[in-house]
Every structure is written in C-alpha cells, then in structure tokens.
C-alpha cells in the first residue's frame, strides 16, 4: 500500500549513490520518457544531469519533440513510427501495443548498456510497445523505479477518470461503449479495446516481481489511487518532484513592456498543450467579466491555432524552450491561475511559487500539494477562483 512518508525526487540520487557503493563500477542507470522536454522531460533531465555529477553512468531515452544528442541522451522513436502508432490509436484504442521496430532498437541498446537501474516515467505517448518492453524488463536483472506522472498505467483508456467520476479501473473496465472518455487523450473512434487493454496492462505491468520495481507517485492523491488499482501489491513511494530554484527564482524581465501590458493586474496561466481539461474556457470567461483596462491575462503554450481564436483581453504565446524566459514571464505576474480539472503534481505551481507570485489554483488531483506560500489559494470552483484573483488585484491596486 501507499507510504505516508513523503520524500523528493531529490533524493533519488543519495539512494542510487549507495546503491553503486557495492559495486566495483559505475551504476548504470537508464531513465525512458515519451518527452524530452515539457514537465516530466525536466524531471528526466534534471535527475540525469545530478547522477551523472555524482559520477553515475546515466542515460536518457525519450520517443518524441527533440533530436539526439549524444549517446548517453537519444531520441528511441521515429516520427513516422510515432505517427502511425497515432493513427492506430485513433482507429483502434491501443496505445502502448505498436512501435515494434522503434522498441527492438531500443532494447537492443538497453542490452548493450547492462543498465542496474531502469527508471519508466511516461510510456504512453505513441512511442513504445509496453509488451515489449516489459518483456525485457521481466527478464532483465535490472531495478526499476516507475514514476507515474498519470493514472494511464492503470486504465484501460485515460490518463485522469476523476472528473468524470469514473470508477470502472478499481476492478475492470467495461467495453468502451461504457467508457466515458473515449474523446479524450488518446483519443480514438473505436468502441472495443477498452476492456482488452485493461486485461492486457494487468497482465504486462504485473509480470515483474514487486521485489523489483518500486512505484513512484509525486503526489499522496495519485497514491492512493495505486492502492486501489492492479498495482496495489508494488511497493508506492510519495516523492514530490522539484524544480530548478537556481533558474525559477524572481528574474528581471522587459516583458510587461514588450507586450504593452504596462502597470495593468497580469494574471498568467501555462500549459502545454492546452486543453478544456486545463482550463482554457475559464481564462475566456474570465478575459470576459475584467476590465481590459486594469487587467491583462497572459497564457503561455498555445498553439497557433489557438492564439487565432482568442478574445480581446488575452495574450496568446506559444511554448517556450527557454526555462530562463518562462522564469522572467512567471516573476512579471501579479498572480498565477491554475484552473486545471485533473492533475497529479503540476510543477507550473512550484515554479510560480519561486519566481515570487502567488497562486490561485483549483483544489483538484495533487494540486493542494503544491502550495506553500501564504498568498497562494486553492479553490474548489470558478467563482471562488474569480474571487481570489479579483482580491489579490485590489490589494495591488
């Protein structure tokens, strides 16, 4: 069952340096994630970036959004291989069971690094075949450590099921003319896989002995899920992921003048993607209800296409690459919304959090458990929300 005892993901690297204490080598530790960037890219490079100065042979694979670096950072996945394990997705719900060619070369250089530890962060994302993969693992005499960003692991379709207070996943899920969630990610037309891939993640995540993987959740509210679920017999560790304080610090920017925001209330919100479950809609309700005059919301990650659609009273940027600009946007702000509907442990607020501003966030997944300034709020709907923002606005007015 889930421990109580909460730790960070900081900590991971004093217990990988005394494991590598009994052997007469370098550690060889191995993370895989879908990304190589957005949040749980960050957690996989910063965490690579700290064993690697301890002196442990670290390496990093990811399936989509940059290219190689060297070989010790690689990208394990081919955009069109990735594209048609989307396009098969989308016509028959099965993410996680294509890339065969991608995951063979894969685990082919898995067998030549003999790695001691596997670290498994996101594995959906159309770039693994988890059969495969686990297959692999099952055999391999490696350690596994399997941060879970999401509940995906343990669905038969979704990455989140509480805001459709779905409980199907506790024991089963039902044919997916049952599932409430077929037009979200991953999104698919197909009516039939939904108990099948329930059947067939127990089946595959559960072929590793618990004596050999360790369950990582960033927030206690996910681990209490996993407590619920198939993995319920896998050792769980609450460990909160954190940030880079030495880049998400107060930082001086010109960007209020470069966007002609001026004095005006800013209240920001990042994501990438954004989606409803974000809260996309509740920033376009509220540009709706302030004064454009007084007030400026800016939001960071959207897509052309959506900064096309924006009412008067957003600014619309895409997603930075540069932590050091997103470090400046965040310390510019007069508050940070987070209106997310599902979340695990959304490092957003963490890194608002250090830059100085305040955050007014829904009281939704791990998002309590985020919060430590005195300023900062969590609220438990859009009005109490509007509220917040609207007093923190008058007391900086």
Same mark, same amino acid.
């Given at each position: 069952?889930?421990?109580?005892?909460?730790?960070?993901? $900081?900590? @991971?690297?004093? +217990?990988?340096?005394?494991?590598?204490?009994?052997?007469?080598?370098?550690?060889?530790?191995?993370? &895989?994630?879908?990304?190589?960037?957005?949040?749980?890219?960050?957690?996989?490079?910063?965490?690579?970036?700290?064993?690697?100065?301890?002196?442990?042979?670290?390496?990093?694979?990811?399936?989509?959004?940059?290219?190689?670096?060297?070989?010790?950072?690689?990208?394990?996945?081919?955009?069109? #291989? /990735?594209?048609?394990?989307?396009?098969?997705?989308?016509?028959?719900?099965?993410?996680?069971?294509?890339?065969?060619?991608?995951?063979?070369?894969?685990?082919?250089?898995?067998?030549?690094? $003999?790695?001691? /530890?596997?670290? &498994?962060?996101?594995?959906?994302?159309?770039?693994? %075949?988890?059969?495969?993969?686990?297959?692999? &693992?099952?055999?391999?005499?490696?350690?596994?450590?399997?941060?879970?960003?999401?509940?995906?692991?343990?669905?038969?379709?979704?990455?989140?099921?509480?805001?459709?207070?779905?409980?199907?996943?506790?024991?089963?899920?039902?044919?997916?003319?049952?599932?409430?969630?077929?037009?979200?990610?991953?999104?698919?037309?197909?009516?039939?896989?939904?108990?099948?891939?329930?059947?067939?993640?127990?089946?595959?995540?559960?072929?590793?002995?618990?004596?050999?993987?360790?369950?990582?959740?960033?927030?206690?509210?996910?681990?209490?899920?996993?407590?619920?679920?198939? &993995?319920? $017999?896998?050792?769980? +560790?609450?460990?909160? %992921?954190?940030?880079?304080?030495?880049?998400?610090?107060?930082?001086?920017?010109?960007?209020?003048?470069?966007?002609?925001?001026?004095?005006?209330?800013?209240?920001?919100?990042?994501?990438?993607?954004?989606?409803?479950?974000? #809260?996309?809609?509740?920033?376009?309700?509220?540009?709706?209800?302030?004064?454009?005059?007084?007030?400026?919301?800016?939001?960071?990650?959207?897509? +052309?296409?959506?900064?096309?659609? @924006?009412?008067?009273?957003?600014?619309?940027?895409?997603?930075?690459?540069?932590?050091? +600009?997103?470090?400046?946007?965040?310390?510019?702000?007069?508050?940070?919304?987070?209106?997310? /509907?599902?979340?695990?442990?959304?490092?957003?607020?963490?890194?608002?959090?250090?830059?100085?501003?305040?955050?007014?966030?829904? $009281?939704?997944?791990?998002?309590?458990?985020?919060?430590?300034?005195?300023?900062?709020?969590?609220?438990?709907?859009? @009005? #109490?929300?509007?509220?917040?923002? /609207?007093?923190?606005?008058?007391?900086?007015?």
């Amino acid at each position: 069952m889930a421990s109580t005892d909460i730790k960070t993901t $900081d900590t @991971l690297v004093e +217990e990988t340096l005394h494991m590598a204490e009994s052997l007469d080598r370098p550690l060889r530790y191995v993370q &895989l994630n879908s990304f190589f960037n957005g949040s749980t890219g960050a957690i996989m490079r910063r965490l690579h970036s700290q064993l690697s100065s301890r002196g442990v042979d670290s390496y990093c694979f990811w399936g989509r959004r940059h290219e190689s670096i060297d070989d010790h950072m690689q990208c394990c996945a081919s955009k069109p #291989g /990735v594209c048609l394990h989307g396009v098969m997705t989308r016509l028959h719900d099965r993410m996680g069971f294509y890339s065969k060619r991608d995951t063979a070369k894969l685990l082919k250089r898995l067998n030549e690094i $003999d790695p001691d /530890v596997v670290h &498994l962060h996101n594995i959906h994302g159309y770039w693994v %075949n988890i059969e495969m993969l686990f297959g692999w &693992l099952a055999t391999h005499r490696c350690q596994i450590r399997w941060t879970l960003h999401d509940c995906w692991a343990f669905t038969g379709h979704c990455a989140y099921f509480s805001y459709a207070k779905c409980t199907q996943w506790k024991t089963h899920c039902a044919r997916s003319k049952s599932c409430p969630q077929l037009n979200t990610y991953p999104t698919t037309t197909s009516k039939a896989s939904c108990a099948r891939n329930f059947e067939d993640k127990k089946h595959i995540f559960t072929s590793i002995p618990p004596a050999r993987m360790t369950l990582i959740s960033p927030s206690q509210w996910l681990s209490n899920f996993v407590g619920e679920s198939f &993995l319920k $017999d896998y050792p769980v +560790e609450v460990r909160h %992921n954190t940030i880079d304080r030495a880049v998400f610090r107060p930082t001086p920017s010109d960007f209020r003048e470069r966007y002609g925001i001026g004095d005006k209330f800013m209240i920001l919100g990042v994501a990438s993607p954004w989606t409803e479950r974000k #809260g996309l809609g509740d920033f376009i309700r509220l540009a709706g209800e302030l004064d454009s005059k007084k007030c400026a919301i800016v939001l960071v990650g959207l897509s +052309e296409k959506q900064i096309k659609r @924006l009412p008067n009273g957003i600014i619309g940027l895409t997603r930075t690459n540069s932590p050091k +600009e997103l470090a400046g946007i965040y310390s510019t702000a007069d508050v940070f919304f987070n209106p997310t /509907v599902e979340d695990n442990f959304p490092t957003v607020n963490l890194e608002a959090e250090a830059c100085g501003t305040p955050v007014v966030t829904f $009281d939704t997944g791990g998002c309590r458990e985020t919060i430590v300034r005195a300023d900062s709020q969590t609220v438990d709907s859009y @009005l #109490g929300a509007s509220v917040a923002i /609207v007093s923190l606005a008058e007391r900086g007015a």
